[in-house]
C-alpha cells in the first residue's frame, strides 16, 4: 500500500463550536501522521474550487456560505486546515470521520460524535477529509504551497 496524504478541515461550526482540538486529538489517537497546518479564511474562489464537483447539487450555494463561515461567525471566519501522511491515510481518515450525514455516522466518528443537522438542513458536519486519491491531490495543492508541507 502507498504512502498517501490527505486533506482534513476543521469547518466553520467546528471552529465555533471549539472542536478543533478534540478533533485533532481523535486523529492523533488514531495514529495519523500530521505534515501540514494553516488557518485560513476561505475566499469564495477557493470555496467554489474545492467543492467544485458538487456544483450542480441543490445544496451547494448554501454549502458555499457554510463553508465560508457564513453561518458561523468566528475571527476572519476562519477554518483549519490540516494534512495527514500515511498508508491508505485517506480510507483511515474518513473512518475516523465518519458518514456525511451526521445523523448517519457512527457515534464514535468525529462527525457522530459532534456533527448535527442544522434546522435550515444543510450538515453541520465539523469536518472535511477527502474522500479518494484524486481528490485528495487537487485540495492539498489548492489549500498548501509544497513548502508548507513536512513532506
Ligand atoms: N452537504 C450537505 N448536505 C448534503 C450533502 C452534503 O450539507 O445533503 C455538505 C456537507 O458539509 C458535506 C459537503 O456538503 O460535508 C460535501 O459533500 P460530500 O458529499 O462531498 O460529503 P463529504 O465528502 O464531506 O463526506
Ligand atoms: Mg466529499
Redesign the pocket.
Known sequence: MAIEKTLVII?PDGILRKLSGIAIDRLDNAGFEMIGAKVVSVSDELAHKH?C??AN?P?FE??MK??QGEFHDTYKKKVLALVYKGENVIEEV?KT?G???PEKAEPGTIRGSFGRVSTK?????VV????NAKDAEKEIALWFKPGELLD
Open positions: 469547518k467543492y464537483e458538487l447539487e445544496f448554501t454549502l457554510f463553508i474518513r470521520v458518514a456525511t450525514n438542513g444543510y450538515y453541520e458536519n472535511h477529509a477527502s474522500g
